[in-house]
């Protein structure tokens, strides 16, 4: 007959009075079992009922993987050997079967305490491709089960921990991980992303111009600008993520994010427009209102009907990437992290971390706001459980707006600016009056639009050069009578301040005699408009006044070869355009912007030459002439004000029905400032989509 081991006898009263022993038989079990942080916090231990709850530990224990070494302990109760087999076995809250399991050695069945040194390593698998336990599957639950022989008094017990994101921060990525040249500049102009509460501009060079008159009064300027920057300007936004220790300390363990997704969000930053005259900022505030109760999410950006992106998928602002395989050299010109599209979030965007290689432990996605100055965003990045429980029902990380998480960052604010250069400053003389460029550049800023000073000062022309020029525009014009208004013998770089100097109307009809060897009385046939020059000839005042024409004519092919190879506005002044203008009948000219011969499509030139004294008794100003011929450049036509008196080139239905003081009109009773379709148009706006009456342009 087997014998049975006793460990204990206990005295039992008979109903006779005597006593007698019963002995208990031999068991085995688990006494404690929990993670430990050595000189730290540790797990909680628990074990099934009747067993009583030991003190101390915390189901909230967590640690860093692969970072930091923590100590599985146990304690086992088998006096007599009777445990033959235990096991441990790591199990997540996604999946009822093991992710791993190991079992424990003879040695680690006997009765005592045993400790086992981990560092959260684990095989390699499917769900750890890295051999590491990661956020992604956390919490985790680890569970010790014994077998044996005899009574089994708590064979099981379990504890968890977690394997947490301690925090992320945002940081401005490699350009290199850019495709295009000119996102790669941008990024390296920005040098780092805005903190909250602070505003960066993503300036956005375009120096593009318009080459004929036509391209005022079409969507040219939509299309091109949208051509050079396609779908927006590109920043590589990173976050690198940390993993908080067992005693709350962020760590970098990258391997331990796993395949964790991070969840990448933007917000419109609203647009404050009290700062525009009245008129503009009722335009202003149609427009930008523009399906701010349909369009997700909401806010005050140019809605995409109008080439803005509120309103448009995720894709438009956070590009879907492939993203590779990590590795310690990256690849120039791709994209390092995968970047999909939420779901129901659909302005949203998923990445994935880097586990290794050169970007360990962090991820990103391409952030490509609108090319529409004055767009403005702000955006979050946050850790992404695929769900959650909230008062019993189970939602998607997606459901709720704005999403709270405790691991979460976000930038300041971006705000999309246009950036057009000055790039020559040329003056014939030194009495050639000066004036405020900070002024000029602050009608444009109304529109998010700066103008850049790239001049480097006031340059001039030489005697020689300056003649050299005007006498090879009157050599190659067509009109033989602007060539005999020309008197070849005078230097017109010294003769007058203007910009050209022609003979005297007396003097004209000489070399006109002289030229086609006629009689005064055969001068009428010569001087009489034909289809070419409809303006007739035969008195001073129509002479005076086709003088202003040639000068314009003369000036825009001469200085075509002055506008430099930089990129931009040449700016060229002169004290009056012509020495007639202030004769009978002539026509005092304070600027115009002229399309130059070469069509250059990144450069184009501003003429100001007005006169002294031709400001008088008006709010007209040099600075609002010098942004009124750029506003030109910039393909805004004229404005049809005041309505008594028409201007030529001016189309009612490409501004503000109600701005009446807009920049590109000619009322001078007050000051002029852009109207708000026009301030939109130099925006980037595509203005075709919008009416001319602000009211009209509401919507829902």
Known sequence: MARIPLTASVALATPGGRNRNRLRPSSHGVADFRLRSPGGPQSRCHRPAPCPVLAGGDDGFHFAPDAEPVELSWRVLDTTGRARAGKLELFTRHRKAPLW?????????????HHWRWDGRVPASEAFPDGVVTVEHSPYKLKLTLQGSGLAQAPVAWTYFHVLVAGVELELGDPQVLARQQNRELTQAMKQLPAPGEKAELRLVGNVFKTKPLEMFDDTDFQLHRKHWGSGPELPLFARAWVKDSRGNRVDAPKALGRVRFLWDWEDETEAIEHHAPAARAFLKHALNRHCATSQPQGDNAHRDVGGKRGAPSSAVFPRQAGYAPRDTPRD???????????????????????????????????????????????????????????????????????????????????????????????????????????????????YLRLEDRTGGVSG????????RIAQAVAASRHWELRAAIDPAVDQFTANSEAITFRGYPEFLDEVAHVKRCADADLPRWLAPTRERRRSLLTARDYHRQCKDWAKELLTQALDSALGEAPGIALFQFSGLYNLETSVDGIRVNGFAS?????????????????????????????????????????????????????????????????????????????????????LRLRGWNTHALNHDGARNARP
């Not at 399991?101 to 305490?113: A, H, I, K």
Request: hydrophobic share 35%; net charge neutral.
């Open 461 to 468: 022309w030489s005697a020689r050069d300056y003649n050299a």
């Open 101 to 113: 399991s190991r079992d424990l050695s003879p040695e680690e069945l006997l009765q005592g305490e």
């Open 333 to 447: 010109g791709v994209f390092p992290f995968r970047v999909t599209p939420c779901n129901k979030r659909g302005w949203a965007a998923y990445s994935q971390a880097w586990t290794t290689g050169a970007f360990a432990g962090r991820t990103g996605v391409v952030f490509q706001p609108s090319s529409i100055a004055g767009d403005a965003w702000r955006v979050t990045v946050q850790l992404a459980y695929d769900r959650r429980k909230d008062g019993g029902v189970v939602l998607d990380v997606e459901d709720a707006a704005p999403l709270p998480a405790a691991v979460r960052a976000s930038t300041g604010v971006f705000q999309s600016w246009r950036e057009v250069h000055l790039s020559r400053l040329m003056r014939k003389d030194a009495g050639v009056s000066g004036f405020s460029l900070s002024t000029v550049q602050d009608c444009f800023e109304r529109a």
């Open 595 to 679: 399309e130059f011969p070469s069509r250059k499509r990144d450069r184009c030139a501003v003429i100001q030459c007005a006169a002294e004294g031709n400001y008088q008794g008006t709010h007209n100003t040099l600075e609002q002439t010098l942004a009124h011929e750029v506003g030109h450049q910039l393909f805004l036509p004229h404005a049809p004000f005041p309505e008594h008196r028409k201007i030529g080139g001016a189309l009612a239905l490409r501004h503000d029905r109600d701005g009446k003081d807009c920049l590109m009109g000619y009322d001078f009773t007050s000051e002029r400032r852009f109207c708000g379709l026009c301030l």
